[in-house]
């Protein structure tokens, strides 16, 4: 299962330029003694390589989020804000004894529920991995539809099996309401309930940025699959600025089953509405509009602001 | 690239050589070349000229050059071409230091960085092959009054001027010190106005200015023949309008500092050698302006550093010169966005991405006289261009239009020129060609969502763009008879790869009311053409009179006429000059102009004619002291007008009266 990690921000090649080009006060000729010689230069960009793969986890950047127990294990979980929202959240947790040894057992799964007034739903979960063995992380994500409020909450349950046992851990999730939209529930032209969210960017550049979304198709009250081979068509605009677009970008489309990526370019910082559009494996559009005069925005669409 | 180093090294080789044959000859200024042409700007201190306005604007000093077009925007901060090519295609030093503006809409061309007490004269070389750097039209060099060693003395001027159109108000002061070895000068210029009035009364908002200039030189000579210099000049104006543009300026601020050694040697050679480094900063503005789609600050920093050194010699036959530049310059604009309700978010972006220009230049120029009545000048000149992008946000908001967008972007820029002089008897005629290959500027490669308010497209700029090449053909013939002279004169540019936004569809308009997006390629040809005549007639020892004109032409592959072609203009003058008196009568006018470029945002033109007139009266005593006072009219008649080089059709100035006196001591 292929799951992408939060990427580094490289800066390094610049630095030196940041240094040196870094001008608000007036400066004096030693800027002019290294460069009035000069014919041509190269500097140095290149950044280090990409810090995110499957198998490093930079535990600066996780931060507990709330500890899952029971008899004999505690669970502590993970996110890289500390925090569960809704939408896409990439999730990260070790089982540990009482005494603090980290185990790693086979057969993971688990099972997110809402609890409502009247009834109770699931939401999109993910399979469960190990990411480092040698420090005993699992992962996997969850997408949630809603948030917790006072009468109705969230919990989650994981069920492990050690030596033959099983054993479940259960608690209750505090999942906060994003600022930004990033996950949609909808029910397509073809009459099925779908939940699409948004992975990436979780941090926006200007420039071409890798837009990544997760699609589920909600067969019951708790049981979401990955969709395969759909696409999302992108048209991210400026509402704020006379709905104006940016370049190039490109359709999201199927990586892994649930998974699509693609290209979203962001020309300025501020507040963009990214419209999408559904098509399925046909290429029949199930939800979603096109972007016109009379139509600013889509009925799908993910918001993006820093 | 080798077969040119090997060209250039050959040439310099066989002008070294033939030093060796010296031919006897004083006289060489008999023969001036018609591809330089200059204007004085400051009367020197010894000077018996006075000009019709001396205390002028640089802009108004600039326009009196027939190669020069100036650009209006507003009543500040015009910006001069040369032989109808765009800005982009000429260069323009001060004292042969390169100044880069730091705005992308071009509010803040490098002549509004100086006062017109700073400078001495303004020349321009015509043609791609100049020492002013690598270019297609020519180069403009501003330069720096000079300290006079030998006065031995203090000398102080006063100046103050008013004008009644726009209530100009113009004063200033400046001292000088000699003695034989060290000489100092420091003068300081305030030149204020409220809003003009076009022809009719219209009164033209957003058009004020405030600027202060303050100028520091200070020399020594410690041996004799040779000089050192440093120099300083601040310029700094504020609240300035730009009434053809969606925003004004709230500062524009400029450092100018300089260290020059001079050395002249017994036989008459010179060596000057300088170190320069200038700081700009700029910043626009929207906040006087009522009615804007979306608020923004629109800052700008272009600093620039570097250094030349020049060799002149004259030896037989031979007056040769070598230059040999070099300067860097870093150049940043950003732009602010700011949302309607105080929860949105503020929206920013890079419009110039932070790019460093890296520029060498080697350049030598000979002219050989061949016989008593037959000069040949040669010129060639060599550069390395190169561009990095410093801002890595910069360098990414750029990727978005070219994927493979390379951070570093090289090339090699070469020039030549050769012209022929001919003087026989009372005729002169001179005929020449020359090439040249200029690099994109800043906005043309790396231009991010650049609105030009003339067209309504925001411009997107194209680093992969080829060189701009061209061939300049020249040739002008004069004639001198009894009491009257004539000049013909024709210039072609043939241009290949000529750099201009062509629109793209696909993309869309980022600033809000736009029509689309542009982005700048290169047209397989355009050409340019000007003529200029000239005629001159003294009827007496006092009186004169002087017509000249012009006419141009410009086309180019696909997109049809150029943009900004002057229609034919002329100008008629009259003078009578006495000892202490100057009474000046001048009518200037031109033709409709239909050859206009609709898909550019130009309407046809309207042809106008002007009056005006001024007299000039100075009165000297004990030798050094001098007053000067000149009263003046332009536009009389309050004529309604506007040129080919307003920007977006702004109506030119109406009446307005000028009195200015100048007291020297």
Same mark, same amino acid.
């Given at each position: 299962?292929?799951?992408?990690?939060?990427?580094?921000?490289?800066?390094?090649?610049?630095?030196?330029?940041?240094?040196?080009?870094?001008?608000?006060?007036?400066?004096?000729?030693?800027?002019?003694?290294?460069?009035?010689?000069?014919?041509?230069?190269?500097?140095?960009?290149?950044?280090?390589?990409?810090?995110?793969?499957?198998?490093?986890?930079?535990?600066?950047?996780?931060?507990?989020?709330?500890?899952?127990?029971?008899?004999?294990?505690?669970?502590?979980?993970?996110?890289?804000?500390?925090?569960?929202?809704?939408?896409?959240?990439? &999730?990260?947790?070790?089982?540990?004894?009482?005494?603090?040894?980290?185990?790693?057992?086979?057969?993971?799964?688990?099972?997110?529920?809402?609890?409502?007034?009247? &009834?109770?739903? /699931?939401?999109?979960?993910?399979?469960?991995?190990?990411?480092?063995?040698?420090?005993?992380?699992?992962?996997?994500?969850?997408?949630?539809?809603?948030?917790?409020?006072?009468?109705?909450?969230?919990?989650?349950?994981?069920?492990?099996?050690?030596?033959?046992?099983?054993?479940?851990?259960?608690?209750?999730?505090?999942?906060?309401?994003?600022?930004?939209?990033?996950?949609?529930?909808?029910?397509?032209?073809?009459?099925?309930?779908?939940?699409?969210?948004?992975?990436?960017?979780?941090?926006?550049?200007?420039?071409?940025?890798?837009?990544?979304?997760?699609?589920?198709? &909600?067969?019951? &009250?708790?049981?979401?699959?990955?969709?395969?081979?759909?696409?999302?068509?992108?048209?991210?605009?400026?509402?704020?600025?006379?709905?104006?677009?940016?370049?190039?970008?490109?359709?999201?489309?199927?990586?892994?089953?649930?998974?699509?990526? /693609?290209?979203?370019?962001?020309?300025?910082?501020?507040?963009?509405?990214?419209?999408?559009?559904?098509?399925?494996?046909?290429?029949?559009?199930?939800?979603?509009?096109?972007?016109?005069?009379?139509?600013?925005?889509?009925?799908?669409?993910?918001?993006?602001?820093? | 690239?080798?077969?040119?180093?090997?060209?250039?090294?050959?040439?310099?080789?066989?002008?070294?050589?033939?030093?060796?044959?010296?031919?006897?000859?004083?006289?060489?200024?008999?023969?001036?070349?018609?591809?330089?042409?200059?204007?004085?700007?400051?009367?020197?201190?010894?000077?018996?000229?006075?000009?019709?306005?001396?205390?002028?604007?640089?802009?108004?000093?600039?326009?009196?050059?027939?190669?020069?077009?100036?650009?209006?925007?507003?009543?500040?901060?015009?910006?001069?071409?040369?032989?109808?090519?765009?800005?982009?295609?000429?260069?323009? *030093?001060?004292?042969?230091?390169?100044?880069?503006?730091?705005?992308?809409?071009?509010?803040?061309?490098?002549?509004?960085?100086?006062?017109?007490?700073?400078?001495?004269?303004?020349?321009?070389?015509?043609?791609?092959?100049?020492?002013?750097?690598?270019?297609?039209?020519?180069?403009?060099?501003?330069?720096?009054?000079?300290?006079?060693?030998?006065?031995?003395?203090?000398?102080?001027?006063?100046?103050?001027?008013?004008?009644?159109?726009?209530? @100009?108000?113009?004063?200033?002061?400046?001292?000088?010190?000699?003695?034989?070895?060290?000489?100092?000068?420091?003068?300081?210029?305030?030149?204020?106005?409220?809003?003009?009035?076009?022809?009719?009364?219209?009164?033209?908002?957003?058009?004020?200015?405030?600027? *202060?200039?303050?100028?520091?030189?200070?020399?020594?000579?410690? $041996?004799?023949? @040779?000089?050192?210099?440093?120099?300083?000049?601040?310029?700094?104006?504020?609240?300035?309008?730009?009434?053809?543009?969606?925003?004004?300026?709230?500062?524009?601020?400029?450092?100018?500092?300089?260290?020059?050694?001079?050395?002249?040697?017994?036989?008459?050679?010179?060596?000057?050698?300088?170190?320069?480094?200038?700081?700009?900063?700029?910043?626009?503005?929207?906040?006087?302006?009522?009615?804007?789609?979306?608020?923004?600050?629109?800052?700008?920093?272009?600093?620039?550093?570097?250094?030349?050194?020049?060799?002149?010699?004259?030896?037989?036959?031979?007056?040769?010169?070598?230059?040999?530049?070099?300067?860097?310059?870093?150049?940043?604009?950003?732009?602010?966005? +700011?949302?309607?309700?105080?929860?949105?978010?503020?929206?920013?972006?890079?419009?110039?991405?932070?790019?460093?220009?890296?520029? *060498?230049?080697?350049? *030598?120029?000979?002219?050989?006289?061949? !016989?008593?009545?037959?000069?040949?000048?040669?010129?060639?000149?060599?550069?390395?261009?190169?561009?990095?992008?410093?801002?890595?946000?910069?360098?990414?908001?750029?990727?978005?239009?070219?994927?493979?967008?390379?951070?570093? $972007?090289?090339?090699?820029?070469?020039?030549?020129?050769?012209?022929?002089?001919?003087?026989?008897?009372?005729?002169?005629?001179?005929?020449?060609?020359?090439?040249?290959?200029?690099?994109?500027?800043?906005?043309?490669?790396?231009?991010?969502?650049?609105?030009?308010?003339?067209?309504?497209?925001?411009?997107?700029?194209?680093?992969?763009?080829?060189?701009?090449?061209?061939? @300049?053909?020249?040739?002008?013939?004069?004639?001198?008879?009894?009491?009257?002279?004539?000049?013909?004169?024709?210039?072609?540019?043939?241009? @290949?790869?000529?750099?201009?936004?062509?629109?793209?569809?696909?993309?869309?308009?980022?600033?809000?009311?736009?029509?689309?997006?542009?982005?700048?390629?290169?047209?397989?040809?355009?050409?340019?053409?000007?003529?200029?005549?000239?005629?001159?007639?003294? +009827?007496?020892?006092?009186?004169?009179?002087?017509?000249?004109?012009?006419?141009?032409?410009?086309?180019?592959?696909?997109?049809?006429?150029?943009?900004?072609?002057?229609?034919?203009?002329?100008?008629?003058?009259?003078?009578?000059?006495?000892?202490?008196?100057?009474?000046?009568?001048?009518?200037?006018?031109?033709?409709?102009?239909?050859?206009?470029?609709?898909?550019?945002?130009?309407?046809?033109?309207?042809?106008?004619?002007?009056?005006?007139?001024?007299?000039?009266?100075?009165?000297?005593?004990?030798?050094?002291?001098?007053?000067?006072?000149?009263?003046?009219?332009?536009?009389?008649?309050?004529?309604?007008?506007? !040129?080919?080089?307003?920007?977006?059709?702004?109506?030119?100035?109406?009446?307005?009266?000028?009195?200015?006196?100048?007291?020297?001591?």
């Amino acid at each position: 299962m292929f799951l992408v990690f939060p990427q580094f921000d490289g800066r390094c090649g610049t630095l030196g330029a940041q240094f040196f080009f870094s001008m608000n006060t007036i400066n004096t000729y030693t800027t002019f003694l290294f460069t009035a010689i000069l014919a041509s230069i190269l500097f140095l960009t290149g950044c280090s390589s990409d810090d995110s793969t499957n198998n490093a986890l930079p535990t600066p950047h996780f931060t507990l989020v709330t500890t899952l127990s029971n008899a004999e294990h505690t669970l502590p979980i993970y996110t890289e804000s500390g925090t569960l929202k809704t939408g896409y959240n990439a &999730m990260f947790f070790q089982i540990k004894t009482t005494e603090g040894e980290l185990l790693q057992p086979t057969e993971i799964t688990w099972k997110p529920t809402m609890q409502m007034q009247h &009834m109770a739903h /699931g939401c999109p979960a993910s399979e469960i991995t190990l990411a480092n063995s040698s420090s005993a992380y699992h992962q996997g994500y969850l997408v949630f539809q809603m948030a917790s409020n006072d009468s109705e909450f969230w919990s989650l349950t994981i069920t492990y099996t050690v030596n033959g046992t099983n054993y479940t851990a259960s608690g209750t999730i505090v999942v906060e309401q994003s600022p930004t939209r990033t996950v949609n529930t909808f029910i397509g032209s073809d009459n099925t309930r779908y939940v699409a969210a948004m992975a990436q960017p979780t941090a926006p550049r200007i420039g071409t940025n890798v837009m990544e979304t997760v699609l589920y198709r &909600m067969e019951s &009250m708790h049981q979401f699959t990955p969709v395969a081979d759909y696409r999302f068509l992108v048209d991210p605009r400026m509402p704020s600025m006379g709905n104006h677009s940016s370049p190039s970008n490109t359709p999201l489309t199927s990586q892994t089953p649930g998974w699509y990526a /693609g290209q979203l370019n962001l020309t300025m910082t501020g507040y963009w509405k990214i419209n999408l559009q559904l098509l399925n494996a046909a290429d029949e559009p199930l939800y979603g509009n096109a972007i016109t005069a009379e139509t600013p925005s889509s009925s799908l669409y993910f918001e993006v602001s820093w | 690239m080798k077969n040119w180093i090997l060209w250039w090294t050959l040439w310099v080789s066989a002008t070294l050589l033939s030093h060796a044959q010296p031919h006897p000859d004083p006289v060489w200024d008999s023969i001036p070349s018609i591809q330089l042409e200059e204007v004085r700007i400051s009367a020197s201190r010894h000077s018996k000229e006075e000009h019709k306005k001396p205390l002028g604007s640089i802009d108004q000093h600039l326009q009196s050059l027939e190669a020069v077009q100036m650009i209006r925007r507003g009543n500040y901060a015009w910006e001069p071409q040369l032989n109808g090519l765009s800005p982009d295609r000429a260069v323009v *030093t001060l004292d042969g230091m390169r100044l880069y503006g730091a705005c992308t809409d071009k509010m803040d061309p490098i002549t509004s960085y100086v006062e017109t007490p700073n400078l001495a004269k303004a020349k321009v070389h015509n043609g791609p092959s100049s020492a002013g750097g690598a270019s297609i039209a020519g180069s403009l060099d501003l330069e720096r009054t000079s300290l006079d060693f030998d006065a031995n003395r203090w000398n102080g001027q006063v100046q103050a001027g008013y004008e009644t159109n726009a209530q @100009q108000l113009l004063y200033g002061a400046g001292l000088h010190y000699s003695n034989p070895t060290y000489a100092a000068e420091i003068q300081f210029t305030q030149r204020q106005a409220g809003n003009y009035h076009a022809g009719n009364r219209e009164e033209i908002s957003h058009s004020q200015f405030h600027k *202060t200039n303050v100028a520091a030189t200070l020399g020594a000579r410690w $041996k004799p023949n @040779q000089e050192w210099k440093a120099d300083l000049i601040y310029d700094r104006a504020v609240d300035v309008g730009y009434p053809a543009l969606p925003m004004d300026v709230s500062l524009a601020e400029a450092v100018i500092t300089s260290l020059q050694y001079k050395r002249t040697f017994a036989s008459n050679s010179v060596w000057e050698s300088k170190v320069y480094y200038n700081s700009i900063f700029h910043q626009m503005d929207d906040s006087d302006r009522p009615d804007v789609p979306i608020r923004m600050d629109m800052p700008g920093w272009s600093h620039t550093a570097g250094a030349y050194s020049k060799w002149k010699s004259q030896r037989g036959s031979h007056r040769w010169e070598l230059h040999w530049t070099g300067h860097f310059n870093y150049a940043k604009a950003e732009m602010t966005m +700011f949302g309607t309700s105080p929860t949105d978010v503020d929206m920013y972006m890079l419009t110039w991405p932070g790019v460093n220009t890296y520029y *060498t230049d080697v350049f *030598t120029t000979d002219q050989i006289r061949l !016989t008593n009545r037959v000069r040949l000048n040669l010129s060639v000149g060599l550069a390395s261009h190169t561009n990095y992008i410093a801002s890595q946000i910069g360098y990414e908001s750029n990727q978005i239009f070219a994927p493979n967008l390379e951070r570093t $972007k090289s090339r090699i820029l070469k020039r030549a020129s050769s012209s022929v002089d001919v003087h026989a008897g009372d005729w002169k005629l001179t005929s020449g060609i020359g090439y040249g290959e200029r690099a994109p500027s800043v906005s043309e490669g790396y231009g991010f969502y650049l609105y030009n308010s003339y067209d309504r497209f925001d411009y997107i700029g194209n680093p992969d763009l080829p060189e701009e090449r061209a061939w @300049q053909v020249h040739s002008a013939i004069s004639h001198q008879g009894n009491g009257w002279h004539a000049r013909l004169k024709a210039q072609v540019y043939f241009l @290949q790869d000529y750099m201009i936004g062509r629109i793209h569809p696909e993309f869309s308009a980022m600033t809000i009311g736009a029509a689309g997006v542009k982005k700048y390629e290169a047209l397989a040809w355009a050409h340019q053409l000007q003529l200029n005549g000239e005629l001159g007639y003294q +009827f007496n020892a006092h009186w004169h009179m002087h017509t000249q004109w012009v006419y141009s032409l410009g086309k180019a592959k696909e997109i049809g006429n150029l943009p900004s072609i002057q229609p034919l203009t002329g100008r008629l003058l009259a003078a009578y000059h006495a000892n202490k008196w100057k009474v000046q009568l001048d009518v200037e006018g031109a033709t409709d102009q239909p050859k206009v470029n609709a898909a550019l945002g130009e309407a046809p033109l309207k042809g106008y004619v002007l009056a005006g007139g001024s007299v000039m009266r100075s009165w000297t005593w004990r030798t050094e002291q001098k007053l000067t006072t000149q009263l003046g009219i332009e536009n009389a008649f309050d004529q309604r007008y506007t !040129t080919f080089a307003d920007w977006n059709r702004l109506p030119q100035m109406g009446r307005n009266v000028y009195v200015q006196i100048m007291v020297n001591w």
